[in-house]
């Protein structure tokens, strides 16, 4: 499906991100590959690279010359704007959020969010599922009534200190 | 650990849920039974149990006589306030979330969810993965670097209907 | 489905309604009679009752003696009430919406209010549709693949007055 | 009624949209074509464009070489911006909505929200009227008193999953 | 219209007033009085009058006097909550309002605020119109299309001071 | 008064604005005309053409080409921006307003809303005060003591639907 | 101006206040001692003691003692609440403030911020203006045109620390 | 202490007042003035003029060209901007402020806010002190354990009107 | 400093605590005892234990028999409220806080926060500083210009995972 | 590490300092400086210059001087946007803020916000820990188990003036 793309970079949320990352969504789009395909470039998760495609995951040295030269995009350009000096600012609004992509995960925390804190709690303690040691996976299980999405968070328990 | 709870129902979130919400928490905690035990004695998940402990959820007729039965409430009770009749208001607030257990899952959407959102689209196309037609499952997944928190959100793909 | 509903008259949107919105609630379920039932009973639709059974409509004199017959209501306690000397207070809160199936509405007026407005304006120019001179009514539109709901607002068009 | 518009682009809601919805809407005015015409040449309904208009929906390539020749604006252009590397953000703020048009749809959320949810529940059961499962259409209804909108939300009902 | 009437004392507005006020309402309904004839008893305006029922403005001794004797509220309780120790806490949320009648006002702010502004400012220099030195007053304007609501503030101009 | 005007388009409330209505003010200025004049040139009231001057209102095709006329704004130009392709999106923010002009009448809403409320009730019934079917007119009223502003909202009452 | 006083104690600002604060506010009333005659009788200004009726000032176990003595108030309940072991828990809300007087506090901020952050800074450097080593006086000035309020703060200028 | 000022105009407080203002502040620094001094010029206290300069004051002609001329500003762009056809849109966010000179006035307001309502409302009776007609003054008064700031409101008393 | 304390159980931040918390703070100035001497009873830290009487720390059953005996408070109770089966819902609101001791936390975030995600990012790379696996302390420096408040957050850095 | 950075200037938190800080981070990144090697070039501590690159401290004169002549920027265009005339306007939002290093802290107010205020009260008795006058320090503490951060703020305690 290569195809261009050209993105409005002063609308949200790229108008509060670093330029590349439109830079990067275009380069992308030319190519026709999929984040698991640059994934796989870089020795990364494809949830990974599409987090950092946002602004929210930091390249190694190593992976931003791999994706430099996946994509096509100068070496210091690249590392100019996402290279060592850079760090990401987390978190992208609004909250609520308006899509309905991103609500229904919002929604999730409203409904469940209660339920699985008690199961956290019972299972594991006074404690926490870290947000920053974690993975996040989406997989397609394939269904005769509808394919699924299968979006896993898989956290490291964090007990809470006492001094 | 079979023990005592005495729950104060006016405060958060209780406030806002059938009473009977306290009275099965303060029977779950005097018989010592977790979720997991009291979903299997109406046969569901504990994720959904726990769901239903804060009023997030809808227990069938039968559900409900075998819950009444497992915690010793009276049917009676129980179903004038979670029966037939009553029809859950979900979304327990507030938002962002004060907690630190509530507040990781907001900030995996803060964070990810841009992600998740171009990764679901890139494999399904334009649409959601429902929270409607949704499954939450947490698994204790052993780390000899700490035990980690398998959070797994199983979801129909919708996609968008166009007219 | 006759049965007994114990409603949380301090929870919310009760704390803000007359009580009588759950003696109503309660009554209804007694009896084990549907809205469209009561409407029947007392000249009017569906959905104009449910919305009176939580405070945003007004009965008038007629229509509290009938409710008041067929719910076996004392006609004092409602006239008291809900009679000649109370008027709504519309609005029941909170926005945006946390419980699922309220959100989905507002979610109609995030993704397609535009598109609306730009109708309406194209279809008669200038001006709204009253939320006022408005009926809604909800029907079941059988479906092989999913019954479907049919949610019909049919709302004057009033013109913008120029002076 | 063809005549030229000029829209200010770095105004709401324009200025977090693609710009070439701008180039849709001026090229509209210029063409002096409704959206039901628009419609037609693409084989979709007149809300549904309209929502396109405003980046809530997304072309099938198909659609969009029709658009393109109707309209005239370049095929390539219209590719790179709201093609297949496109995938709609939905929502479109503020809300509240200050527009009483917007207004008046959120105010029947508000009127009428609780109302329509106690009815969908009486009539179907614990789930919800789809968002992305819905077609909403327009109509005007003569009266002598004054034309009045119809509004339908035509949306599959779904039940809440248990596990 | 006498006729009795109950308010939900611990709902809002009411529960942020003192409790004579809605022993005001519910007298006033007793007594069949209208705001007109009570303001007629007291020597003040009815909107006056519905204000102060609200909590929005102060009694003189005298007029207190009055009030009591034609509502027959002993005087003791009446001078007790809103007498001569008792200041008015004045504005009753939420904002924006939720109710339409009183959305109506606040939307006319909203769309007519500047214009307002721009004459006031054009016809009398730089300064408000007084919200404290005002009057408000409402007068039914017959109308064959359907009668009106004149609305009018009367407010003094206060010019900025400069120093 | 004539003299030059110059506007920072790009501070509120006229970024949301079509750029004309820069245009206009600075016209009005260059000009030396009062918002009264220029109604008269159209055939309207000054508030109206206040309102109108902050996108607000709608010109029809004949007040657009006196107004043109009156302020030697080209047709075109006028036409493109506020002509028959453009309509209002109303409400100018922010809310609550910080200019103590706006605020006076925001804070007209706070404290004699719900009296406004319970008269307009008592006098008309369960319904409201259109603010679309509404004339809004601002007099000076001479007085010793320091001359008054006379603010007129003449809306039509509208009765609650019931169906 | 010795007259009874009956708080509504669960309304706002008490219900957060120290039950005692509405019984000191109802024995200044029934006394008919003015803020001033208290701060006499302790040994303190009149703001500061109106700042403790509201919750917003400890007092010392002398000053207790002394107001205990003057208000005819039990030592010990007095003690109780409001002694050793109480700790003010400052501010109260809303903000911004619905009440005009105290609005009108909020828009001095609001329109003079700025320009008393300048005259600040120009005069003293860069600091701020202690709101804790902190006196607030109001005093009436007779004026022929109406009397005027002077409220002063008189606070300590702290510069920056730099390390 | 005269030297260059270069102020970010697209930043905030600056992107929403004439662009002006920021060449007044730049001129000021320029010319090593300070406010008193540009006061005395122009016959104004230092406050207004820096009240002024944040666009929250309008000039008189005669004012106008003082300034022009003390600031060696050309009096053309000077009217053009802040002359008679310019009013103040006043008020200036954040609310709550995040600069802590801001702040520590606001937190005034949240923390003394209650008392001096109820001691003007002892000393004065029902009713505000004017923001409007209101003047504002810093005064430097010298303390051995550090200066002070005195910060003084001095409004008029506006007693609330009955109709 | 032993002496009696009440405490209002409905004001924030109580009201939404375990009603232990109030008997707690009570017990506590009964018997006279610092944050410090409960903490040396149950072998913790004074700010931990402080924490814990709000709600925000989980004791040990061996700890809570420990307090449960220096207090003087019955076993039963305290666990049936803050034993096994009850979880904290950490994080007391307002937000922004109002009360200057939280503020000028609050305000450390607002002021400094960016430049301490830069510093530890310079030192650590990218990732946080943990507030679960953290400890705080207090201490008091004495400094003859007034002693010195010592706040230490003593937390774990967790880098980000990749996957 | 040496190396080039290249910052979105219009993005938050940039967009609302001086442009100055935007070279300064560029300039640092260049020479591949760390903030505790800028922090001696100066004599001053490494977080605080890192606040006074996000536009949160002020240097003087002397200091400026050292700074343009260690990073090579020009001395008067750092003076110009930084110097004697520029006065920092402090607070860099969003709050709650969304990037989660920042948020921790934060939560640290939220959670352990009311147990540092109970505890300062003890120790140090009515007042506050002053954010004026005070330092912050950032301290690698080595650990086994992972490093951890010291923050440490060292604020001096302000006793509440009564007056």
Redesign the interface.
Known sequence: ?S??????A????Y?????MCVAL?EAK?KKGA??DQIAKAIG?????V??M??G???LSDEELAKLSHFLEIPH??L???L??????????????????????????????????????????G?????????????E??P?P???????????????????
Chains 1, 2, 3, 4, 5, 6, 7, 8, 9, 10 share one sequence.
């Open positions: 499906m195809q261009s793309l050209r993105v409005n002063t609308s949200e949320p108008a509060d991100l670093p330029p969504l789009a999929t984040f990364r998760d494809e949830v990974w599409a987090a495609f946002y929210q995951a930091k210091d350009s590392a100019a704007e290279g060592a000096n850079w760090w990401p600012r987390r978190g992208l609004g609004p909250m609520p959020p308006t899509d309905p992509v991103l609500y229904r995960l919002y929604e999730g925390v409203l409904v469940y969010g209660n339920a699985i804190k008690a199961v956290i709690h019972e299972k594991f006074d404690g926490i599922m870290s947000m920053i040691d974690c993975k996040v996976n989406i397609r299980k269904d009534k509808g394919d699924r999405v299968l979006l896993i968070f898989d956290g490291k328990f964090l007990p809470y200190l006492k001094w």
